[in-house]
């Protein structure tokens, strides 16, 4: 198992920018696959990106493209998620998540809940119109 530790929430305006941060502890992060997830009050937890082992694959959601980028740095076991643009719908709480791939190829990436059984506590981002 890897503990995962988000940080970075808060309330922005609309067309503001947060950088969430997501520091992982416990396992050698560079083996692990990251995403990062959704939830708004009343609806489902959904996918928003996911980054590879070494960061050289990335995929995003259709609500997020070209607002958000996902990046990692396994120097520091973090991986980031700069949300910019941001909208009133992009309030939520957000989640790091961890899937060990080191067997899957440096370039697995997977947008799946069910695929990562390593999450961290969640990050609160409010979004004021």
């Known amino acids: 198992q890897v503990q995962l530790v988000e940080s970075g929430g808060g309330l922005v305006q609309a067309g503001g920018s947060l950088r969430l941060s997501c520091t992982a502890s416990?396992?050698?992060?560079?083996?692990?696959?990251m995403g990062w997830f959704r939830q708004a009050p009343g609806k489902v937890r959904e996918f928003v990106a996911c980054i590879s082992l070494s960061g050289g694959s990335t995929s995003y959601a259709d609500s997020v493209k070209g607002r958000f980028t996902i990046s990692r740095d396994n120097a520091k076991n973090t991986v980031y998620l700069q949300m910019n643009s941001l909208k009133p719908e992009d309030t939520a709480v957000y989640y790091c998540a961890a899937v060990r791939a080191r067997d899957s190829g440096t370039n697995y990436v997977t947008g799946r809940i069910s695929d990562y059984d390593n999450w961290g506590q969640g990050t609160q981002v409010t979004v004021s119109s």
């Open positions: 416990g396992r050698t992060f560079s083996n692990f696959a």
